[in-house]
């Protein structure tokens, strides 16, 4: 398993990624709905490292993962403003395409 967005993330996003990460590898309904949402990218290493959120195939397993970590986020005892603040990550930068170098970005010429 990689997961390729740890690693680009500002300070204050960390717990969401950590989050996810837990509740994909933890709940057993929601690592079932991530693993078949990412079967048909399973050998899109190389487009996945160029083209990231961009590819919307690539976008649409990131999606349903987020959605799945999310879900079972409460069943894993995570507090509401966790999972809001999961959903919230999810819709401004995986459901948009928007990556979060972006924000950064942004902050860093603002």
Same mark, same amino acid.
């Given at each position: 398993?990689?997961?390729?967005?740890?690693?680009?993330?500002?300070?204050?996003?960390?717990?969401?990624?950590v989050a996810v990460?837990? !509740?994909?590898?933890?709940?057993?309904?929601a690592a079932g709905i991530a693993m078949e949402a990412a079967r048909p990218s399973a050998h899109r290493? $190389?487009?996945?490292?160029?083209l990231g959120l961009a590819d919307?195939?690539?976008?649409?397993?990131?999606?349903?993962c987020? !959605?799945?970590a999310a879900e079972a986020l409460p069943r894993l005892?995570?507090?509401p403003s966790l999972v809001a603040r999961v959903r919230a990550? $999810?819709?401004?930068?995986?459901?948009s395409g928007r990556s979060p170098a972006a924000d950064q970005m942004e902050e860093m010429f603002a």
């Amino acid at each position: 398993m990689e997961v390729r967005y740890l690693d680009a993330q500002g300070a204050t996003e960390w717990p969401v990624c950590v989050a996810v990460v837990h !509740a994909l590898v933890t709940d057993d309904r929601a690592a079932g709905i991530a693993m078949e949402a990412a079967r048909p990218s399973a050998h899109r290493w $190389a487009d996945a490292a160029r083209l990231g959120l961009a590819d919307p195939h690539l976008r649409r397993s990131a999606s349903v993962c987020f !959605a799945a970590a999310a879900e079972a986020l409460p069943r894993l005892g995570a507090e509401p403003s966790l999972v809001a603040r999961v959903r919230a990550f $999810a819709s401004r930068h995986i459901e948009s395409g928007r990556s979060p170098a972006a924000d950064q970005m942004e902050e860093m010429f603002a």
